[in-house]
């Protein structure tokens, strides 16, 4: 069938949409999503949830807003501390005094005052010595930043364990921290707030809990500020261990002689146990407590990998000793006398580093030393409280030993013989014997010993006795001395005049106060053992006074110009050598026959004097040889009375025992005096007075007309002295007495008419 052509006739919708004229379709309606919500929780369990969560919310953002404030405040606490912190190696030397180094007579060190320092780099220090310390003092120190939380919460744990409060005891400091501390967190003294330096630095070094906080920012200032080897530099100068040894160098030198380069396992080991407390662990205190600490380090040491087990076996089986000056300690009551009588901004109050060469004797010392613990050991009874003290000095006023008290191994203590003033007693009667010889009296001068009343001021009656209580009647001066005689003592004294007496006894050295009274002879003043010893040197010299001295000459560290040169020696003549020589011959007495016959060294000459006196509280014996003077003195520190001693006892057995050890290997020579002058006059004993000879020319006609003088009058005296006329047996008031009539006694003597004609020409 034939389809029809031509277009169609729509009557209907077309079957094709036309999309122009088609209407937008309606929008779907979204499906509406139920989120399921948990079911709400009812009654008081949400009430306690909705609470805490309020809670922590209130907390959580406290924490982070408080510990934002905190890091903020110790950020600019840190900054603030890294803006004032000075360069690390001006930082080394903390001490606020100097330091006294002593040394011998033969230039040894033996002493040392004060603060002793030497400023060494962390890397001049021997790696075992750095190692030991970061062993015991902070092991993660190359590993923090300041502070060690870990190692604070293993200090707490460790306190509270033993019972302590959690920052009581071990604080777990870092080494930085403890620089901080070191460091006083930047402070100065400040005198108004703190009485002395002491008492600063004990508030520097305090644990308080401010203080610790304080210590944090500026533990992080010197973090950034300085590296790490700059910081164990800081803590190893400034740390103090013991001994006055500031910082390692000075402590390795102090206790071992040895620099901090070169230490050993051992050494090092003992060095840095002595942070914790190093007055109570020092070896010069307790060695076997230090070498303990010691072992314990070692042990710290292997456990952090620094010794191995072989190491530390050796170091235990060898642990450190002290040094032989350092182990001897001799010297220090006379450390201690230089020190407080020298110029206190050279010696107690110096703020350098000062070096003394002394006159000091270590063997000498050391000789006294063993000699009076003898006599102590030997014929002392136990627990006997006595005490003793020996000063030995040369002729010249150069003194060598000191011993101020039975513990010989003290420093800063009661110097019994240079700060004790007693009465000299009989010791004092030499110089009545000075005066007397210097007035022209001779040895066999003759005096009364019999009873004496003399009127002192107030109407009161003095009547001196002699220590046996018997009397001897006319004696010679040799054996006034010798038997050591009182009331011939006396008479010769007011013959004299006691103006005299004391003039001579001051000349000599006796700067104590000298009392006017009659009893002035019988040693009735007081003195030092220091001075007694130096005016009888005196006498040794021929008459030629002496100021005991210990200072050769005072450096300042690195510079080789001396500061200040010898303090003491000869000074001005007190009486003549002839009056010396006489006087010496008079002393021998003393020792061969008289008071003192324990102190005799054999064929060794020998002269000196024994002192006791009333009540027993002093006993002393001093005396000397051609090569040394040597006082001893024995009484108690509460002045109670001795038991049976005298001078002529134990302090002259004591002097005895001191001299045969100090000259041992010295050849034996004759007394002798020798004019400082460079005369050459030597006058030595023989017969009843000394003979004057001469080491110069046998022509020399001054040496020859004093030996014909000295000779007519020993001739002359050797048929008889004169006698010597007594005062009045009743003086009155305290003034000296016109010197009795004696044949000589003129200033006009013979020796003097000599000296006269030679120097006139004759």
């Known amino acids: 069938m034939k389809r029809p052509t031509g277009t169609p006739t729509r009557t209907g919708r077309s079957p094709v949409a036309d999309k122009r004229s088609q209407p ?55 900054a603030y501390f890294y803006v004032s912190l000075p360069e690390a190696s001006e930082l ?41 310390v970061l062993s015991t003092e902070d092991r993660r120190f190359y590993r923090h930043l300041g502070v060690s939380p870990r190692g604070i919460a293993s200090a707490v744990r460790i306190n509270m364990a033993e019972g302590r409060g959690p920052l009581e005891g071990h ?35 305090s644990g308080g809990i401010w203080r610790k906080i304080k210590e944090i920012p500026y533990a992080f200032a010197m973090e950034a500020k300085y590296s790490k080897d700059e910081i164990l530099s800081i803590y190893m100068n400034r740390s103090y261990l013991g001994g006055g040894a500031r910082g390692f160098e000075a402590a390795s030198q102090r206790y071992f002689n040895t620099p901090a380069s070169q230490v050993n396992a051992s050494q090092a080991a003992m060095l840095a146990g002595l942070l914790p407390a190093p007055s ?41 000793t002290l040094s032989q000056a350092a182990t001897a300690r001799a010297g220090g009551y006379f450390a201690d006398w230089l020190m407080e009588s020298g110029p206190g901004f050279l010696t107690s109050e110096t703020t350098e580093d000062v070096t003394i060469t002394t006159t000091f004797d270590q063997r000498i010392q050391r000789a006294a030393e063993r000699a009076l613990q003898q006599v102590f050991d030997e014929k002392v009874k136990d627990g006997s409280t006595a005490e003793a003290a020996v000063v030995v000095m040369s002729a010249d006023g150069a003194v060598r030993a000191i011993i101020g008290g039975r513990d010989t191994r003290v420093n800063g203590v009661f110097n019994r013989a240079t700060q004790a003033k007693r009465q000299t007693g009989s010791s004092f009667k030499p110089f009545v014997y000075a005066a007397a010889l210097e007035a022209g009296y001779s040895p066999a001068d003759r005096i009364e010993d019999g009873p004496l009343t003399i009127r002192i001021p107030g109407g009161r009656n003095w009547q001196p006795q002699n220590y046996s209580r018997n009397y001897r009647g006319m004696v010679t001066l040799t054996t006034s001395l010798a038997q050591s005689l009182n009331t011939s003592t006396i008479r010769l004294q007011e ?60 450096t300042m560290q690195g510079d080789d110009r001396a500061l200040m040169g010898q303090t003491g020696g000869f000074g001005e003549r007190v009486i003549s050598q002839r009056a010396a020589g006489q006087l010496i011959y008079m ?12 102190a005799q060294l054999g064929d060794r000459p020998v002269a000196g004097k024994t002192g006791t006196t009333s009540s027993y509280r002093d006993a002393w014996f001093v005396g000397f040889t051609e090569q040394y003077v040597t006082g001893v003195w024995m009484g108690n520190d509460d002045n109670a009375p001795l038991t049976g001693v005298t001078g002529g006892g134990l302090p002259a057995e004591i002097w005895q025992a001191v001299m045969s050890e100090i000259h041992d290997g010295l050849p034996e020579l004759a007394l002798s005096t020798v004019s ?20 110069g020319s046998a022509d020399d006609p001054l040496a020859a007309a004093l030996a014909g003088v000295m000779n007519s009058v020993e001739q002359q005296n050797s048929g008889g002295g004169r006698v010597i006329g007594a005062p009045s047996t009743e003086v009155t008031g305290g003034a000296p007495v016109t010197p009795g009539d004696s044949v000589g006694a003129s200033s006009d003597d013979a020796l003097s008419r000599a000296l006269q004609g030679i120097l006139g020409g004759n």
């Open 24 to 78: 937008a379709p309606a929008k779907a309606t979204p499906r509406r999503v139920t989120r399921h919500r948990k079911p709400k929780r009812g009654g008081i369990l949400g009430w306690i949830a909705g609470f805490v969560t309020l809670i922590w919310r209130i907390v959580w953002g406290s924490v982070w807003r408080l510990a934002m404030t905190v890091a903020l405040i110790i950020g600019a606490a840190s």
């Open 92 to 132: 080394f030397d903390g001490r606020a005094r100097g330091s006294v180094t002593m040394l011998d007579r033969d230039g040894r060190v033996f002493a040392w005052r004060g603060e002793t320092f030497g400023a060494v780099a962390s890397d001049q220090i021997a790696p075992i010595l750095r190692e030991a």
């Open 171 to 205: 604080g777990g400091s870092t080494i930085t921290q403890q620089v901080a501390k070191l460091l006083c967190l930047g402070e100065t003294f400040d005198p108004t707030r703190f009485a002395n330096e002491a008492e600063f630095e004990a508030e520097c070094r």
């Open 280 to 320: 109570r662990l020092a070896p010069t205190a307790n060695l076997q407590r230090s070498q303990e600490r010691a072992s314990v380090v070692l042990g710290l040491m292997a456990q952090e990998g620094y010794l191995t087990d072989e190491e530390l076996a050796q170091a235990r089986a060898n642990p450190a």
């Open 495 to 554: 013959a004299v005049g006691r103006d005299q007496v004391i003039r001579v006894a001051r000349d000599f050295g006796i700067v104590s106060n000298l009392t006017t009274s009659p009893s002035l002879g019988l040693g009735a003043s007081e003195a030092t053992l220091l001075e007694l010893t130096g005016a009888y040197a005196g006498i040794r010299n021929g008459g030629t006074s002496v100021a005991p001295y210990g200072v050769v000459e005072v």
């Open 587 to 598: 002393m021998q007495q003393v020792i061969s026959s008289g008071t003192g016959t324990r």
């Open 676 to 695: 400082p002058d460079g005369s050459g006059i030597i006058m030595s004993s023989g017969g009843s007075t000394p003979q004057v000879v001469t080491s």
